[in-house]
């Protein structure tokens, strides 16, 4: 059987690997959210071409200081704080165009400039009005089940889409009398479903009409803009918003967001092959916090959570909800590393502990006095484990001025080895703080 081969003589197969050794790196929470992704996208976007998310809309919540500003990112990616990349908001992103351009509005006061640097895919499902009424609808009906929900439209908005009906993007920018009855249909539906709830299609059509003239110059099919970036070189990150304890599948289900914010969103929310996907850096929080309901196996109702929470300010980036705290949980993180593979580690908010007489970390779950090797699959298996913790000396001493790993306390020190041995990851970062320096990077 015949082989192509190239002019210069290359084999078909050999130019194939080349072309795919240019890879993207991924960012993804490794807990229940807010382990500190925007300051590490924010780092490593300063060596990337291209910044961009996947999955989620503006439930996520990133905050980001650098030069003593502090911005507050949603739905936009939180690479937008580095002037000289690109960001990217993927099809498999559910946007709320109003919330969009507030949030657009506001960091640009604070001095952000962002125009020809964001693209918005023509495959991105719309969040309207409607959807975010009927979450707030959906959250008050649960009564004592609650989710959590951040009643921002997300879960309605997915679900518009499994059943496809949804609006995309690229319908608003087509012919504009088609879109207008296809809202008027998806209205409609969800009016017969929800009687309760109001919607002006007029005003919305009226309103939309002008998005569609403001994002013409962002929007443009953003897996042929992906691959072609990677096929030409450019350095691409992409930021994981939420985190791989609330993906849809895997994650403490029913308090769970309503997409895949594990590994797998990367590729379907990109639309680029799981072969170009590179470095994989999990992102965990010193302790364990989670917002909402759902089960916390190492939350701590006592004065170690309140110092916790108040010392690390754990108030929700897009809600302001009071977060629940505990010690780390790496039965959790053991857990997302065998569904997302991590490369290394960045161990974040180190300082937060830095009060504790001692410190303590869950090492594996017990059910029935016997360790259990699978996580839990409901929430009512997960409240009967029994945690066993290793206790460590703390510290007692500040680690904010740190910069290197050795300036950190030897029981500091101890504590991050002890992290990685019980993960089995190596930890590259250790952050002792808000900004861009407070940073450790150990190779």
Known sequence: MATETSLNGDMPHKRQRME???????????????????????????ESDVVCRCQGGNNAGHTVVVDGKMYDFHLLPSGLANPHCMSVIGNGVVVHLPQMFDELEKNHAKGLEWKNRLL???RAHMVFDFHQAVDGIQETHRGN??????????????SSKATRNGLRICDLMGDFEVFAVKLQNLACQFQKLHPEVEIDVQAELDQYKEYRERIRDIVTDTPL???????????????GANASMLDIDFGTYPSVTSSNCSIGGVCTGLGIPAQKIGDVIGVVKAYTTRVGGGVLPTEQLNDIGETLQVKGHEF???????????????????????????????LTKLDILDEFEEVKIGAQYKI??????????????LAKVDVEYVTLPGWKKSTADCRKFS?????????????EELIGVPIKWVGVGQDRLSLIQLF
């Open 20 to 46: 795919h050794d240019n890879r993207v790196t991924v960012v993804l929470g490794a807990q229940w959210g807010d382990e500190g992704k925007g300051k590490m996208v924010d780092l490593l976007a300063t």
């Open 120 to 122: 918005l895919s023509n």
């Open 145 to 158: 089940a609650f989710i959590g929900t951040t009643k921002k439209g997300i879960g309605p908005t997915y």
């Open 225 to 239: 803009y992906m691959n072609e970036a990677l096929r030409n070189g450019k350095k691409v990150l992409v930021e």
């Open 316 to 346: 929700g980036v897009t809600t302001g909800r009071k977060r629940r705290c505990g010690w780390l949980d790496t039965v959790v993180v053991n857990y997302t590393n065998m569904l997302n593979g991590y490369t290394c580690i960045a």
């Open 368 to 381: 029935n006095g016997k360790v259990t090797k699978s996580f839990p699959p409901t929430l009512e298996e």
């Open 407 to 419: 300036d950190l306390p030897e029981n500091a020190q101890n504590y991050v080895k002890k992290v």
